[in-house]
């Protein structure tokens, strides 16, 4: 064996090396070190890893730990959305006095939904979709994103390519949200659209020209949201410039 190959890092603080003095190797792919694990997968395609997660616990979650290092799918939609949910103590058309201030109840909630096309001879195109929610409760500015849901957002970002729209509705579009975007394992580079929706953008026109750089975005919807400061100029439209004139093949 390759001792190159152990070397290789893993984002798992449990993942262990090969002894290679040792004269007795492990024999089944489950039982091989995670950083090997990952070297391996790495030059298998999606599918072939989507079939290696039901053969045990273990391997599943490694592969899920370092699914930004190995291959993906493409989604041709990307929606993020976070609003307020209201908890009722009692059902709807049920009389009752109010004994509870009601932002002690209110939670807020992050949808995360994928859109993939797929081919089926038998079907022609199809769609399938996933959607991830996360709920907490409701602490400071509604709009603006918490830890645990840029984790739950880079953890969905680690897992797909995004391969056309890719939209945001409600949210923050801040500092903290910039730099989860903009990871070297984000892959948002084939984005074609951007849709904001009822978003607050408290980004300076250098980050925001660098969020648009990443992508390869040839159509910039902002609906009803509102901006701390001027971010859209001549600067910004060269960039979405750029992207159409590569995409038509211009100079």
């Known amino acids: 064996m390759d001792p190159s190959l152990c070397s290789v890092a893993s984002t798992s ?52 730990r370092n699914a930004h290092y190995l291959c993906r799918p493409s989604v041709s939609e990307m929606t993020i959305k976070m609003g307020v949910v209201e ?13 509870y201030d009601a932002s002690k109840v209110s939670r807020r909630r992050l949808s995360i939904t994928f859109s993939r096309r797929c081919v089926i001879p038998s079907k022609s195109h199809i769609s399938k979709w996933k959607e991830l929610n996360e709920e907490e409760d409701q602490i400071g500015d509604e709009h603006e994103m918490s830890t645990v849901f840029l984790d739950a957002l ?13 939209s945001f509705c409600g949210i923050a579009i801040d500092i903290s949200l910039y730099e989860r975007l903009t990871k070297s394992w984000v892959h948002i580079s084939n984005a074609r ?27 910039l919807n902002l609906e009803l949201s509102q901006f701390d400061e001027c971010i859209l100029n001549d600067y910004v439209s060269q960039t979405l410039l750029n992207h159409f004139k590569s995409c038509c093949g211009g100079t």
């Open 13 to 64: 603080a449990v993942a262990g090396l090969i002894d290679t003095t040792s004269t007795q190797h492990p024999r089944r792919l489950s039982d091989l070190p995670e950083n090997l694990i990952r070297v391996i997968f790495d030059r298998l395609t999606y599918a072939d890893i989507l079939r290696s997660h039901r053969v045990n616990k273990r391997l599943r979650k490694i592969l899920r």
């Open 87 to 99: 908890k009722r103590s009692r059902p709807l058309g049920r009389l009752h006095r109010i004994l």
């Open 154 to 166: 880079s953890e969905s970002l680690k897992q797909v390519t995004v391969d056309g729209r890719l």
């Open 193 to 219: 659209d951007l849709v904001f929706t009822l978003c607050r953008f408290r980004l300076g026109t250098e980050q925001f020209r660098d969020l648009l750089s990443r992508t390869n975005s040839q159509k």
